[in-house]
């Protein structure tokens, strides 16, 4: 049974930190690429970070946010610093075999996790 699950969210203030987690049960994730996404109310889903050999991050989390990875836990990190209110979304796991990053059609998608920054 493919799952995906994410926790860490919260409200914070701004200029705080979060750490997400995402438990990725049913595969071998070592192979896939996996990655957090995020969505605003209002707002399409917007790409946060990726990684497979690499990461990659878009620009407005550069510097702030960080992405890691346990394959022995099968578990995915956003640890999010210098949190702003334009962060408030909600953030979901992603994982991919064949795309990265990770494609909604072909993709396992987690259900989510609220962050809130004020």
């Known amino acids: 049974h493919v799952q995906l699950v994410e926790s860490g969210g919260g409200s914070v203030q701004a200029g705080g930190s979060l750490n997400l987690s995402c438990v990725a049960s049913g595969h071998t994730w070592s192979r896939y690429c996996m990655g957090w996404f995020r969505q605003a109310p209002g707002k399409g889903r917007e790409g946060v970070a990726v990684?497979?050999?690499?990461?990659r991050y878009a620009d407005s989390v550069k510097g702030r946010f960080t992405i890691t990875r346990d394959d022995a836990k099968n578990t995915l990190y956003l640890q999010m610093n210098s949190l702003k209110p334009d962060d408030t979304a909600m953030y979901y796991c992603a994982a991919d075999h064949g795309s990265c990053p990770p494609s909604r059609n072909t993709g396992y998608w987690g259900q989510g996790t609220q962050v809130t920054v004020s």
């Open positions: 990684v497979d050999d690499d990461t």
